[in-house]
């Protein structure tokens, strides 16, 4: 599954964007996740969505997601909101749910103070990137039912319950597969789902069985002597709502694992930060660097020019454009030293290509305090890179029109980061001062 870079957009350029003259719509959101503050824009699938924050001109505003709409075809632009959030949903661990929307010439907002909120406060930088592109319609259908279950869960358990199971019922077109999927399935739930399996077993209940017809069906029909959830008996609603972290689980593991639909938690771990680049490497060279050899071809590497940014920000100016060189390499892992042009500022950055990671070196990094070439410019652009790696900044490389490759966060031990404006702005006092170069502010 293509888990491409999503372009995250903040600040003045969202705003000029909004003024564009063209059709526009707006949904309102219910939403479990961290909404942003500000408007952000989110390039992703080829759709710019504008998730509209929670304030405005200092005052609260209502959370929602405006997207271009062509006439006629509010169809369309909706369908494509409600792709979004589910995709969504599932990638930040929560849910994102349209409570209802408007469309017009501009992008106004959508304000029902009922049903549009953010449960869970703000989002210091609102970040879905890399979330993955899902073009199998079974899979987005699962996602749906599943962004369903997790708005309906403590709203309504039986539709919560009834919800979860259509993840599964939806990939299925043969009753007997699905139910022995869900047996296999069964046996392997643990933590709280598997206690509650436990706690039914030990009762002699088959629990596929129970769940389908206690669960799914109990909840779906009604007659007047088959087995439902009456909403005035609390046996029955304590019982649904016992079972619904089977089902939850259940369609969990199925997106998961059938599926293979990663969230931001699982993607962390398991994507390759180099793939990006591969192209700059014979196929040989770049089997051997993934299988920890240290003869192979990175060539490539030598000369090819970067730029250092801060995510979601862009290039750190004055570090536009440096020229790698190779310094090392072994057992697939590969030194490289940014530099720029006037040689006064030099980065270094660990490509580890059997783990597929990137890390930069700030302890080998620097500028060179005696060259005559060295300026205020080179101190600012390298103590805003340290400092704000300090703080836990995602730094990126950028190349051309390859998709930028980000470094791992670093984790200071035994450091309290200081503040990267004063941080910056003390280096820059410590060099006009040693170069007697007189204060900016006298």
Sequence with gaps: ???????????????????????????????????????????????????????????????????????????????????????????????????????????????????????????????????????????????AFWREGQRLTHVHDGYAFLSFYKVIESQFSDSKKKTAWISQAIDRMADDAGKRIAELRVQGVDVNRHLFDSGRCAVAHASLDGEIVDPDIPEDRRRLSSDLVIIRELARTYIRDELQVPTARS?????????????????????????????????????????????????????????????????????VVACNKRETVFLVFWMDFPSGRLHTDLESGGYVDASPELTEQDVRAYSTYFHNVLGNRIVELQCGTLEPIDCEVVIPVNIVPQNPMEATERALAQFRKSRNIPSKST
């Design 1 to 143: 599954m293509q888990t491409p870079y999503v372009p995250h957009i903040f600040g003045d350029e969202v705003e000029r964007r909004l003024r564009r003259p063209v059709g526009w719509l707006t949904a309102g959101v219910d939403s479990s996740i961290a909404w942003p503050s500000p408007d952000v824009c989110v390039i992703y699938s080829g759709d710019e969505y504008f998730l509209r924050g929670t304030e405005r001109a200092g005052k609260p505003s209502p959370p929602g997601i405006s997207i271009h709409c062509v006439a006629n075809q509010v169809d369309v632009a909706i369908s494509k909101i409600y792709c979004f959030t589910s995709i969504l949903s599932w990638f930040l661990d929560g849910y994102v749910d349209v409570s209802g929307y408007v469309s017009g010439s501009r992008p106004f907002l959508y304000g029902d103070p009922r049903s549009v909120f953010s449960s869970l406060g703000l989002a210091g930088r609102f970040d879905c990137n890399h979330m993955p592109i899902v073009e199998a319609e079974s899979t987005r259908r699962a996602l």
């Design 267 to 335: 993607l962390y771990t398991s994507r390759d930060r180099l793939a990006p680049w591969e192209s700059l490497f014979s196929p040989r060279a770049l089997g051997k660097l993934r299988r920890g050899r240290s003869a192979a071809d990175i060539s490539p590497l030598n000369g090819l020019r970067v730029s250092i940014a801060l995510w979601p920000d862009g290039p750190v100016p004055g570090l536009e454009e440096m020229a790698l060189s190779v310094e090392d390499l072994h057992d697939g892992i590969v030194k």
